[in-house]
């Protein structure tokens, strides 16, 4: 299907009249059939009870001093920015102090503002610049706020609505990548130039410090604060999965950090670490796709390629990630999607490891924050899928301090975990879990991404029990190649014309679990959102005798235009380029919108978008739906006018936009 053969284009205009008259007369037909009912309002009910609770866990985030917090429940359903000290936050009712107050912000100055992030400035923590969205989207508005009296600063920095990046140099100066008019943006519609931009002086002053390619996704720079190993670097990303740093001199010139274009760099005082998406032959020696390697900064940009391998995978293990402490390295690794920590020391004599305790046998434990430039301190946030969260305080060389726990949002009593190995076409074992009870006749939720090579751990889900497990609903997650549990030869597995093997593992996973005895193909239903909502689409065009249903949530499904709407480029290295006639050769082979017949029998599928999405584009939904009606078809659609990529901008619409999914789940699989 050629541009000029689409008959659907009209509805790529976001906010046009014409496309809005016809998603309001789609949401009202859904909302009609779907909410209203007893079933549907207690869901919605019970969901914003979860998140709303005021007995979850107020995640923070170290500052300096202070514990950071951003906080939003049925009194404050935009949410308030606060902080408080780790004396307080140990007990049961921390006093916090009130930073902003996103509600009374968007009442005082009419706008619709949904929080994004603040970067506060180190060493002293005393001014932050804070981004503010409307409605939910990726632009972001940027404004200058002043911690000491919580007040935006009165001619402080301050950037209108774009895709901006920005962060701090020094008190008087910033680095900021924006839209400076015609040529600075990529064809991603991320910046391409990025400048020093002095306090005082007019935007279109600033000072050019680096520049990107026009293909590329996106330039950036920033300073590393760490005491006594200051220095800036700037880089790009030509796609999604390269880069190219630099170091900034004080001259102005480059030095280039000079590895695998693939790999990714990091940087913490006086050491350099490499992490591999492929082999790499540097000193005499070849390093393997995953591994971790480290040298001194220095030593490596003077020619030296002494490089100490930190971690090196196995077929059962992958790096998750890694996290800084003051004298030491964290490393959260994953065996079999079961995650597992480690602490590495430099000393004198090389890296001695340790285990760190804390993790699950069966679960996540993710380091959400340490305070790399003071102290060994760290954050491990621990859960599963039947149990609550968890959040512990440790310091390295010590024992672990229980500083939160969860309520349990659902009895987990009579569930179970257990995980599985399917067999795809090509023989590969594709691990998945399985949550259910003892009711064999209930329905199967089955989920899955597949993509960018995120990986999907086990975790609690409040909503999820309520809204789907109480209800007798067993729920199962594929971890399929494109993701990365199995590190960056298993995304790499199914990248562009290689990408059908992630539709043929979820496929292979919904024939096992019926093998198994699990579920039956009616009472099966399958769920994505984004790169996972393209996944739900290939499974209702290419697989529809699998599934009872299908959810694709916040999608990408027209793969002819994808590169042409919003960020869509910057995902070309995932997919290939429509543009090129090899790449389309295999695209069109699996692109939903262009495998939608009349004559197929489809399982009932359920489109869900947001017209605030500026990262997705919701004409991909929207045409999806339009073309299935044409053909004869009768698809759900709901498309929220506010909401984001997240397609959802407060607890309330998340509540209700969770619920009618359920309900379109349990109506349909039961």
């Keep these: 299907m050629t541009d000029d053969a689409d008959p659907y284009l009209w509805l790529e205009d976001v906010t046009g009249e014409r496309a809005l008259d016809w ?101 002293g923590y005393d001014l932050a610049l804070v981004e503010l969205s409307r409605g939910g989207a990726d632009a972001t508005v940027v404004r200058e706020f002043d911690l000491r009296t919580a007040e ?31 040529g600075s943006l990529t064809t991603s519609g991320y910046a391409r130039v990025v400048k020093r931009w002095r306090r005082g002086t007019p935007l279109e002053d600033a000072v050019t410090v680096y520049e990107g390619k026009p293909e590329d996704v996106t330039a950036y720079a920033y300073r590393d604060h760490t005491p006594g190993f200051e ?40 050491w350099l670490l490499v992490t591999l998406r492929s082999d790499w032959a540097t000193g005499g020696t070849t390093y393997r796709t995953g591994s971790l390697l480290a ?53 004198a004599d090389g890296w001695s490891r340790a285990e760190l305790p804390g993790a699950p046998e069966v679960g996540s434990a993710d380091v959400i924050d340490t305070d790399p430039d003071h102290s060994d301190e760290y954050l491990l946030n621990v859960s599963g899928y039947l149990q609550p969260a968890t959040l512990l305080r440790g310091e390295i060389g010590g024992g672990l301090e229980e500083l939160r726990q969860a309520p ?24 998945y879990f399985v949550v259910r009870g003892e009711n064999a006749n209930g329905p199967t939720l089955l989920y899955g991404y597949g993509g960018f090579e995120v990986s999907l751990t086990p ?13 007798g609903g067993t729920y199962v997650v594929a971890n399929i190649r494109g993701g990365g549990e199995y590190g960056p030869a298993w995304h790499r597995a199914a990248l562009r014309e290689n990408r059908p093997r992630a539709y043929e593992d979820f496929a292979a996973v919904a024939k096992d679990l019926v093998a198994r005895g699990i579920t039956t193909p009616e009472r099966l239903g399958m769920q994505g959102g984004s790169n996972g909502g393209l996944l739900a689409g290939v499974m209702l065009t290419r697989y ?68 605030r999405d500026d990262r997705v584009h919701p004409g991909h939904a929207r045409k999806m739906a339009a073309r299935m009606v044409e053909l004869g078809h009768s698809p759900y659609y709901y498309e929220n006018i506010e909401g984001g990529h997240g397609a959802a901008a407060d607890n309330a619409q998340r509540a209700y936009m969770s619920a009618i999914v359920y309900e379109f789940l349990l109506r349909t699989l039961s």
């Design 23 to 123: 998603v309001r007369a789609r949401n009202a037909e859904t909302t009609a059939v779907l909410t209203g009912g007893e079933r549907f309002e207690t869901t919605k009910s019970r969901l914003l009870e979860v998140l709303d609770a005021d007995d979850r866990i107020p995640y923070p985030r170290r500052r300096g001093a202070y514990l950071y917090n951003f906080w939003q429940d049925s009194a404050h359903p935009r949410g308030l920015w606060r902080r408080t000290t780790l004396e307080q936050y140990r007990t049961a009712s921390p006093e916090w102090t009130v930073l902003l107050d996103v509600d009374a912000l968007a009442e005082a100055e009419g706008e619709n503002w949904v929080w994004k992030s603040a970067s506060v400035l180190k060493p």
């Design 459 to 471: 975790g609690y889900s409040g909503g999820l029990g309520r809204g789907w497990l109480e209800h």
């Design 231 to 270: 220095r800036d670097l700037v880089g790009r990303f030509p796609d999604f999965f390269t880069s190219e740093e630099f170091l900034l001199n004080a001259d102005g010139s480059l030095t280039k950090i000079d590895v695998p274009e693939d790999a990714n760099v990091d940087v913490h005082r006086e």
């Design 544 to 611: 529809p005798e699998l599934f009872g249903a299908v959810v694709s949530q916040v999608p990408l499904l027209d793969l002819s235009r994808y590169h042409l709407l919003l960020a869509g480029a910057s995902w070309m290295a995932e997919w290939g380029d429509p543009d090129n006639p090899d790449d389309w050769s295999y695209l069109k082979t699996f692109s939903p919108y262009h495998n939608v017949h009349s004559g197929t029998k489809y399982p009932p599928v359920f489109f869900v978008t947001s017209t």
């Design 152 to 182: 935006f600063v009165a001619g402080g920095f301050s950037l209108p609505e774009a895709k901006s990046r920005v962060s701090w140099i020094d008190e008087d100066t910033v680095y900021v990548g924006t839209d400076f008019g015609e």
């Design 408 to 431: 349990a949002f659902f009895d987990a009593a009579g569930l179970t975990v257990e995980q599985h190995f399917a067999t795809s076409d090509d023989g590969t074992k594709v691990p």
């Design 295 to 347: 040298a001194n900064f220095d030593s490596f940009l003077a020619g030296e390629r002494d490089l100490t391998p930190l971690f090196v995978p196995d077929e059962h293990t992958s790096l998750s990630g890694v996290a800084w402490t003051r004298n030491h390295l964290i490393l959260i690794k994953l065996a079999d999607v079961k995650t597992r920590l480690e602490v590495l020391t430099p000393g």
